[in-house]
């Protein structure tokens, strides 16, 4: 059964860091593009950041570029998602996602992990 499960939320005070997972089982992920995604309450999911299943090419929303780096380690099966200088708005509900069919894909989805920006 193909599974992604994302982990390392929590609640962490503005110009904090967190380093969020999501781990692969049933499948292995270096066929796959990965991606990140966000909801905030009340908002549309949006793309955060995505890496290439060769980890060769990323994609960086404007709103997190210099702030979170996204990484891939195939030999465990996770992709990475270190988050830098958080803020309030940055507080979502964190989803990654993968897909074969091109970066930001978005064939299987993980159940999310919530991260709360907050003093």
């Known amino acids: 059964q193909v599974q992604l499960v994302e982990s390392g939320g929590g609640l962490v005070q503005p110009g904090g860091s967190l380093r969020l997972s999501c781990a692969a089982s049933g499948f292995t992920l270096d066929y796959y593009h990965i991606g990140w995604f966000r909801q905030a309450p009340g908002k549309e999911r949006e793309g955060v950041s995505c890496i290439s299943s060769n980890g060769g090419s990323t994609y960086y929303a404007d709103s997190v570029k210099g702030r979170f780096t996204i990484s891939r380690d195939n030999a465990k099966n996770t992709v990475y998602l270190q988050m830098n200088s958080l803020q309030p708005e940055d507080t979502a509900v964190y989803y990654c996602?993968?897909?074969?069919?091109?970066?930001?894909?978005?064939?299987?989805w993980g159940k999310g992990t919530l991260v709360t920006v907050s003093s």
């Open positions: 996602a993968a897909s074969q069919r091109g970066l930001c894909g978005t064939d299987y």
